[in-house]
């Protein structure tokens, strides 16, 4: 009888290699953003923020160099207030005993999940936080057609005009909101 692998399946060891994280990163205009965490901010937070620059500029050049112009009008910058309220999101996690456990070495598992999982969570508010700040209160997506009511799973169908792939790729087993035109009503799914 010839030995073969089938055989031997209790003799070879799984090769492992490392953790590889496949989610992109997306949290760039996060990164870009400056928070401030030291003023407090009461009701709102306001501030001037300049909209547009001044364009009221005249060009005298070539043949008409060096001779007297009319000036074009003023085109003025223009400022508005800013005003700002507050959000908050809370993520929650859970981890078993058991998982913590069996993870804690490198011969039983890749080491310390408690090393993974606040990395994660991290990543992962910021890609929220990432969405509101590209976002704000609006949609991430217009539904074509109404995907109804219901506790069963449907397919419903993201316009492509506000189809966000960087937003939905990873939006695999979120909740998701949604309502009915003018907010009248709540239909919530989990992807």
Same mark, same amino acid.
């Given at each position: 009888?010839?030995?073969?692998?089938?055989?031997?399946?209790?003799?070879f060891?799984?090769?492992?290699?490392?953790?590889?994280? !496949? +989610?992109?990163?997306?949290? /760039?205009?996060?990164? *870009?953003?400056?928070?401030?965490?030291?003023? $407090?901010q009461g009701? =709102?937070?306001?501030?001037p923020?300049?909209?547009?620059?001044?364009?009221?500029?005249?060009?005298?050049?070539?043949?008409?160099?060096?001779?007297a112009?009319?000036?074009?009008a !003023? +085109?003025?910058?223009t400022? /508005?207030?800013a005003? *700002?309220?507050?959000?908050?999101?809370?993520? $929650?996690?859970q981890? =078993?005993?058991?998982?913590?456990?069996?993870s804690?070495?490198?011969?039983?598992?890749?080491?310390?999940?408690?090393?993974?999982?606040?990395?994660?969570?991290?990543?992962?508010?910021?890609?929220?936080?990432?969405m509101?700040?590209?976002?704000?209160?609006?949609?991430?997506?217009?539904?074509?057609?109404?995907?109804?009511g219901?506790?069963?799973?449907?397919?419903?169908?993201?316009?492509?005009?506000?189809?966000?792939?960087?937003i939905?790729?990873?939006?695999?087993?979120?909740?998701?909101?949604?309502w009915?035109?003018?907010?009248?009503?709540l239909l919530?799914?989990?992807?």
């Amino acid at each position: 009888m010839t030995i073969t692998t089938a055989q031997m399946d209790g003799w070879f060891k799984r090769v492992y290699e490392k953790y590889e994280n !496949a +989610v992109p990163n997306f949290a /760039k205009v996060r990164k *870009l953003a400056k928070f401030v965490t030291e003023k $407090r901010q009461g009701d =709102s937070f306001r501030f001037p923020v300049k909209l547009t620059r001044s364009h009221g500029i005249t060009w005298n050049g070539g043949s008409t160099a060096g001779t007297a112009f009319t000036l074009n009008a !003023a +085109v003025s910058m223009t400022t /508005k207030e800013a005003n *700002l309220s507050g959000s908050e999101f809370i993520l $929650r996690e859970q981890i =078993s005993y058991g998982a913590i456990s069996r993870s804690g070495s490198a011969e039983g598992g890749y080491g310390p999940i408690m090393d993974e999982v606040p990395l994660d969570m991290a990543e992962s508010a910021n890609f929220y936080l990432e969405m509101a700040l590209l976002y704000g209160g609006t949609d991430i997506g217009t539904v074509s057609g109404d995907p109804g009511g219901g506790p069963n799973a449907r397919a419903v169908t993201i316009s492509i005009p506000t189809w966000t792939p960087g937003i939905w790729a990873q939006m695999e087993g979120a909740f998701v909101d949604f309502w009915s035109a003018g907010y009248a009503a709540l239909l919530r799914l989990s992807r």
